[in-house]
């Protein structure tokens, strides 16, 4: 039985992760492999795409993997002139790096801003300017960002250029979405909320309850409604049906993947 991305090439953003665990990149490099996808998956860090590929099992046979900076121009254009020269193509695009940084205007330094501007955002618009031109070529593809809760309401903790970045990439796939449909390349966003992914024990706890990894998963999950909480594999999945045939009709819009959270008002 074919798999849902059978044929298709991927070429995936932060496909690592800062731990060991489910990440929102390296089960969105799994899952699409599971899949039947080729998969180009980068990280900045050539040594966290080792547990990707060993979670990938069998399938890691559909992944290659390649550094990237997305922070850097040159290196965005040669990762993905990489995979369409190894996969011969270019069909699905999924921006999965961003990070937060805490605090408001008063808070954050100017240079903490403008790196959270060129690492959230600016990382998006210049992926999808070195991708589009294949998918035109082809008059097809998907290219799935991802967003955050934080972009469309508070979840806790002042961090504004995180929020105001996010916010953005919503908005740039929106317009992205519009202005490609046409030439059939659709366009949207995966918006997770509060998960268990590696970075809660790698970096959020440090930053936020003094290392506590207890306290911050109690006082995480006490936002969400579902008894429990998500991790990256979950985010995987909203990724997968946005890159799959399934969701041909959907384009311009978001999926919001936080266990009810953002529907609360408290």
């Known amino acids: 039985m074919a ?14 992760s800062v731990g060991s665990g489910w990440g929102n990149g390296r089960a969105t490099a799994v899952r699409f492999a599971q899949e039947g ?4 998956a980068t990280d900045i860090n050539l040594t966290r795409l080792d547990e990707t590929l060993h979670l990938a099992g069998e399938f890691r046979k559909n992944i290659q993997v390649g550094i990237l900076d997305v922070t850097q121009s040159g290196s965005i254009e040669e990762s993905i002139q990489s995979c369409i020269k190894g996969f011969g193509t270019l069909d699905i695009l999924v921006n999965i790096v961003g990070g937060s940084a805490k605090g408001g205007p ?30 035109i070529r082809k008059e097809s593809g998907s290219i799935i960002n991802l967003a955050s809760t934080s972009g469309i309401r508070w979840t806790g903790s002042a961090q504004i250029a995180y929020a105001a970045t ?8 929106r317009v992205l979405a519009v202005q490609y449909a046409k030439q059939n390349i659709r366009v949207n966003t995966v918006v997770p ?14 930053q936020r309850v003094g290392g506590d990894v207890e306290l911050l998963l109690q006082q995480r999950q006490a936002r969400i409604p579902l008894p429990f909480m998500g991790d ?14 399934e969701s041909r009709f959907i384009t311009g819009t978001e999926i919001i993947v936080d266990g009810g959270m953002s529907a609360r008002c408290d």
């Open 166 to 173: 996010k916010a953005g990439v919503i908005q740039f796939s």
């Open 106 to 135: 008063i808070e954050m330094t100017e240079e903490v801003w403008d790196a959270q501007v060129d690492f959230n955002l600016k990382s998006v618009f210049m992926t999808c300017k070195y991708a589009l031109p294949e998918m």
């Open 3 to 16: 798999g849902r991305l059978e044929g298709k090439v991927a070429f995936i953003t932060g496909a690592g």
């Open 232 to 245: 990256g594999r979950d985010t995987a999945n909203a990724a997968l049906f946005l890159a799959s045939d």
């Open 37 to 40: 996808a080729k998969v180009f």
């Open 193 to 206: 909320g509060q998960l268990h992914t590696p970075m809660v024990e790698t970096r959020l706890a440090k």
